[in-house]
Nanobody, 126 residues
């Protein structure tokens, strides 16, 4: 059974940084495309970063240059380093994984990802 567990969320002031982790069990990081999504209250879930099995990354324009997605196969963990945070980055952040080979870029539909974590809250105050 696949289990993805996010951690590292919290509250920071604008300009600050947070590092999110997504520990996987029952799933091997780096096998297929994985991604990070976020969802603010009253808004749709937004795909912000993706990484394929080769380590190639893709970002939505609003986080390009500020967020970095990476994967550590030895620790079987996905990461999202978030710098220069803005109030509009506030939301619940989810990691997600695919179950087979498929395109890997942002933005993409949440429905193309099969496995999801429970989310970790990020709050950025001005």
């Amino acid at each position: 059974q696949v289990h993805l567990a996010e951690s590292g969320g919290g509250s920071v002031q604008a300009g600050g940084s947070l590092s999110l982790s997504c520990a996987a069990s029952g799933y091997t990081i780096g096998t297929y495309c994985m991604g990070w999504f976020r969802q603010a209250p009253g808004k749709e879930r937004e795909h912000v970063a993706a990484i394929d099995k080769y380590g190639s990354t893709s970002y939505v324009d609003s986080v390009e240059g500020r967020f970095t997605v990476s994967q550590d196969r030895a620790k079987n963990t996905l990461y999202l380093q978030m710098n220069s945070l803005k109030p509009e980055d506030t939301g619940m952040y989810y990691c997600a994984a695919r179950s087979g080979p498929y395109r890997c870029y942002t933005p993409d539909l949440p429905t193309t990802f099969v496995y999801w974590g429970q989310g970790t809250q990020v709050t950025v105050s001005s």
